[in-house]
């Protein structure tokens, strides 16, 4: 961090600002959906009119599939990234992928939350899995409260949950596995999951009656729906909810190396998180920052969080195999 951060509207940076704005752009790789994502950079935008945004979405295997290839033919397009799966940001980290840069706003963010040493990346939220159900279709009692309750067989041919490429689908299998143990999956298999790009995809086609339940849904998902008065129903197992992070670093020769550090100075600190859980409804790993409109507390959820991102890496190969087996063709 620069000895004197120059404070701004809310926040504290040391990137050189002038520069920033004379880049004149700034772009975004991101796995969150394109509408809150662009919600995100237009708050950004706002701040920094000066500063064109750009985005572009992809599921965490994909977009870092993207990256890679486009690093490999020295081809610079992106300046700061966001991936939900932690191997990968540790994969990206070990390529020196990332510029480090100490913001004045990673002193709000615990130890566990930051690069080590500090500066390559931070958790910029926090996703969680539960299970989510119609509640026009359906009674809270008649919803499943269990994850063992997913298995009874009249939800067969009614269930959704995200392709393989997600990282919190990842987090679900990693955390749940060894906890309802080995059997469970092999068992769910058996319903005939539909697997989804997008959180938006599933609980659109939850609140039009296509599915019955959503496996591994994502939270912040149902508060965006429940805003919009989608008749959404949101089960917390007693057992927890896996949850994983989304992980913000800047990447290494970006096209606006001013403009991504000016980003994270301001997108780390309580504006922009703010601006975060109002686009996307996501909740802040900064203690000082309250949850989303609509949303309950992380200091109320049992998140059951992976405790070694290497092991979490290394387990990614044989989850993808066996979650493509469970899910089939069926996308």
Same mark, same amino acid.
């Given at each position: $961090?620069?000895?004197?951060?120059?404070? $701004?509207?809310?926040?504290? *940076?040391?990137?050189?600002?002038?520069?920033?704005? #004379?880049?004149?752009?700034?772009?975004?790789?991101?796995?969150?959906?394109?509408?809150?994502?662009?919600?995100?950079?237009?708050?950004?935008?706002? #701040?920094?009119?000066?500063?064109? *945004?750009?985005?572009?979405?992809?599921?965490?295997?994909?977009?870092?599939?993207?990256?890679?290839?486009?690093?490999?033919?020295?081809?610079?397009?992106?300046?700061?990234?966001?991936?939900?799966?932690?191997?990968?940001?540790?994969?990206?980290?070990? =390529?020196?992928?990332?510029?480090?840069?100490?913001? !004045?706003?990673?002193?709000?963010?615990?130890?566990?939350?930051? @690069? =080590?040493?500090?500066?390559?990346?931070?958790?910029?939220?926090?996703?969680?899995?539960?299970?989510?159900?119609?509640?026009?279709?359906? *009674?809270?009692?008649?919803?499943?409260? =269990? &994850?063992?309750?997913?298995?009874?067989?009249?939800?067969?041919?009614?269930?959704?949950?995200?392709? @393989?490429? @997600?990282?919190?689908?990842?987090?679900?299998?990693? $955390?749940?596995?060894?906890?309802?143990?080995?059997?469970?999956?092999?068992?769910?298999?058996?319903?005939?999951?539909?697997?989804?790009?997008?959180?938006?995809?599933?609980?659109?086609?939850? *609140?039009?009656?296509?599915?019955?339940?959503?496996?591994?849904?994502?939270?912040?998902?149902?508060?965006?729906?429940?805003?919009?008065?989608?008749?959404?129903?949101?089960?917390?197992?007693?057992?927890?909810?896996?949850?994983?992070?989304?992980?913000?670093?800047?990447?290494?020769?970006?096209?606006?190396?001013?403009?991504?550090?000016?980003?994270?100075? &301001?997108?780390? @600190?309580?504006?922009?998180?703010?601006?975060?859980?109002?686009?996307?409804?996501?909740?802040?790993?900064?203690?000082?920052?309250? !949850?989303?409109?609509?949303?309950?507390?992380?200091?109320?959820?049992?998140?059951?969080?992976?405790?070694? &991102?290497?092991?979490?890496?290394?387990?990614? !190969?044989?989850?993808?195999?066996? &979650?493509?087996?469970?899910?089939?063709?069926?996308?």
């Amino acid at each position: $961090m620069c000895d004197k951060p120059r404070q $701004m509207d809310g926040f504290k *940076t040391c990137a050189d600002v002038e520069k920033a704005e #004379a880049e004149g752009a700034f772009v975004l790789y991101s796995t969150d959906p394109e509408a809150g994502q662009a919600k995100l950079v237009a708050a950004f935008n706002k #701040a920094f009119p000066k500063i064109k *945004t750009n985005y572009f979405r992809l599921q965490a295997g994909a977009l870092y599939a993207k990256v890679l290839s486009e690093r490999q033919a020295k081809s610079h397009l992106v300046d700061v990234i966001q991936l939900s799966d932690m191997g990968m940001i540790l994969d990206f980290q070990r =390529k020196n992928g990332f510029v480090q840069y100490v913001s !004045p706003e990673m002193a709000a963010f615990k130890p566990e939350y930051k @690069s =080590k040493p500090e500066g390559y990346w931070t958790w910029g939220s926090v996703i969680m899995g539960g299970i989510a159900y119609n509640n026009k279709n359906m *009674t809270e009692a008649e919803a499943p409260k =269990k &994850w063992e309750d997913l298995l009874d067989p009249k939800w067969a041919d009614g269930i959704n949950v995200k392709v @393989s490429n @997600s990282g919190l689908q990842h987090g679900i299998w990693y $955390m749940l596995k060894p906890l309802l143990g080995d059997d469970y999956f092999r068992k769910f298999a058996a319903q005939k999951p539909r697997a989804f790009d997008s959180y938006v995809q599933q609980y659109d086609r939850l *609140t039009n009656g296509q599915d019955k339940l959503i496996m591994g849904a994502q939270y912040s998902g149902a508060v965006e729906f429940q805003g919009k008065g989608a008749p959404i129903g949101f089960v917390f197992p007693e057992l927890g909810v896996p949850a994983v992070s989304e992980t913000y670093g800047i990447v290494a020769d970006g096209p606006h190396p001013n403009a991504g550090k000016l980003f994270m100075d &301001w997108f780390l @600190s309580p504006v922009g998180q703010a601006a975060l859980a109002d686009a996307l409804a996501l909740h802040s790993p900064r203690e000082d920052v309250p !949850p989303p409109k609509g949303a309950i507390p992380l200091t109320r959820m049992k998140l059951l969080i992976p405790a070694d &991102w290497d092991a979490f890496e290394k387990d990614r !190969p044989s989850f993808a195999k066996e &979650w493509d087996r469970i899910v089939g063709a069926r996308r």
